[in-house]
């Protein structure tokens, strides 16, 4: 199957769409049916929805189920509407089932009724008992699809049960072969290498390793991608409270974990709550409503910077040139503020600093701000110096942003650690957070200055 790069997506795009206006189908069919179901739900994306439906409906079953897992939102929509209820219920068959679950959970309740309805009763009950799990745990995630061997069989016996297996196409992953007691409890591993160097009368038991890394069903789906990314698994197993093997979350959906918090933390590091759904799936009012859960708490705060000019407005009149400078202290404080905080979650997020680093971390940050601060002070005495200001305002402007750097390096410092440490999501303390509490801040710091130098 030939896979498509960047640069001959359009190429292909174009393509297709020349063979459905010729009405060159059956073309059209070896064609598509030639390329990975990832390239061609990217090429879907750039289709009209009559287009996409053609397509679709020239893809074998084994090709269109994973375009079907491989679509974005707007396409997978126009599908579930458009396709027959039972080619899409075959589908969800020939998909794993974890997939098959999480493709249901994005559907409308009534619909995904409907489709577990007309699935086949084993796979239907599998999806059912993969969604009774929380959200976002590796119980949602993992498949059950797993070779799970037993002590007492030989190398010979194992080989056979897992050609067996390939056959049937039951196990999504053999890159590691799981050993279980009668009580399905996970008392082993073996290697898929390790299972091919012994000798076919070798024993299980003989070549298992015992010290197994497990994740529990109910664990948050980061701690399983934490997990994966720092010990390099392929797959890791999913058990409950009595070490029963459930099931393994594999590469594949941790992959796709990644870029869903990577995702969420970005959203939420401008100030925005996450979207649960790709940009153009979202209606207008679901952006809005995400918007102005942190738009509202930071004009109420911004009103803060409001009182503290006003409190000032007698120095200000006394000293007009102070009113220049007030958007280059604001600014200041702010972006010092916002590179310090992503900074500092991003080290969070990978483990680099944690609350006992406090101390540490504090002291660095400030030491970075006060170089930080002497620099753009010096830049800030200069310009006020060369500028027709009152006497005395250049160096308030220069201690102030040695100061506000120094203060915005610390804020942003502390607020992502005590906040981890509550177990509140740093991301939530977000870059626009941190720069209006900096910007408050910042100005009394400078008016406070005016006031005791001028």
Same mark, same amino acid.
């Given at each position: ?22 009405? *060159?189908?059956? *073309? ?6 030639? /390329?990975? &179901? ?7 994306? @750039? $289709?009209?929805?009559? !287009?996409? #439906?053609?397509? /679709?409906?020239?893809?074998?079953? *084994? ?8 679509? +974005? ?13 039972? =080619? ?28 577990? %309805?007309?699935?086949?009763? !084993?796979?239907?009950?599998?999806? =059912? ?14 498949? =059950? ?5 037993? =002590? ?30 009668? @009580? ?6 073996? &290697? ?6 012994? +000798? ?17 069903? +109910? ?72 918007? $102005? ?41 702010? @972006? ?14 990978? %483990? ?19 170089? #930080? %601060? ?11 110096? #060369? ?14 942003? #040695? ?5 915005? @390096? ?31 801040? %910042?100005? /009394? ?10």
């Amino acid at each position: 199957m030939e896979e498509l790069t960047a640069s001959h997506q359009n190429r292909m795009t174009n393509q297709v769409k020349s063979l459905i206006e010729r009405d *060159e189908l059956d *073309e059209l069919r070896l064609l598509v049916n030639d /390329f990975h &179901p990832a390239d061609i739900a990217d090429v879907l994306d @750039n $289709l009209t929805p009559d !287009e996409t #439906l053609i397509v /679709f409906d020239l893809l074998t079953d *084994e090709v269109a189920s994973e375009v079907l897992d491989e679509t +974005s939102s707007l396409v997978r929509q126009d599908l579930v509407e458009k396709v027959d209820d039972e =080619r899409l219920a075959d589908l969800l068959d020939e998909l794993p089932m974890d997939d098959a679950a999480e493709f249901l959970d994005e559907l409308p309740d009534e619909t995904a009724t409907l489709l577990l %309805g007309l699935m086949e009763p !084993e796979e239907a009950q599998e999806v =059912r008992e993969l969604l009774s799990y929380e959200e976002e745990t590796a119980g949602r995630l993992m498949t =059950r699809d797993v070779a799970a061997l037993r =002590r007492h069989w030989t190398v010979a016996a194992a080989l056979d049960y897992l050609r067996s297996l390939v056959e049937i196409e039951v196990a999504e992953t053999v890159h590691y072969l799981y050993v279980i007691d009668r @009580n399905s409890r996970l008392i082993g591993v073996v &290697p898929i290498r390790a299972l091919l160097q012994a +000798s076919p009368s070798t024993t299980i038991e003989s070549i298992m390793g015992t010290d197994i890394l497990t994740i529990p069903v +109910s664990a948050d789906q980061e701690e399983v991608a934490e997990m994966v990314s720092k010990y390099d698994f392929v797959a890791i197993p999913v058990v409950d409270e009595e070490m029963r093997l459930l099931g393994v979350v594999t590469v594949d959906d941790v992959l796709d974990i990644i870029e869903e918090e990577a995702t969420e933390d970005i959203q939420r590091l401008g100030g925005s709550e996450p979207l649960a759904q790709p940009y153009f799936s979202a209606s207008v009012l679901q952006v809005v409503g995400k918007r $102005l859960v942190w738009l509202i708490p930071l004009f109420a705060a911004s009103l803060a910077t409001d009182a503290v000019v006003q409190n000032h407005e007698a120095l200000l009149a006394a000293f007009v040139s102070l009113t220049i400078f007030i958007p280059v202290v604001s600014g200041t404080a702010g @972006n010092a503020g916002s590179q310090t905080v992503a900074t500092i979650i991003r080290a969070i997020a990978v %483990g680099e600093v944690r609350l006992v680093d406090i101390g540490r971390t504090l002291s660095r940050e400030v030491t970075i701000g006060l170089v #930080l %601060g002497l620099v753009l002070g010096l830049a800030g005495f200069v310009r006020a110096f #060369l500028f027709d200001s009152d006497p005395g305002v250049p160096l308030v402007l220069a201690l102030t942003l #040695l100061l506000v750097v120094i203060w915005a @390096n610390t804020v942003a410092t502390l607020v992502p650690l005590i906040t981890e440490r509550l177990k509140i999501d740093p991301a939530v303390v977000s870059a626009p957070m941190i720069t209006t509490i900096v910007d408050a801040t %910042g100005l /009394f710091i400078y008016f406070t200055l005016a006031r005791l130098i001028l």
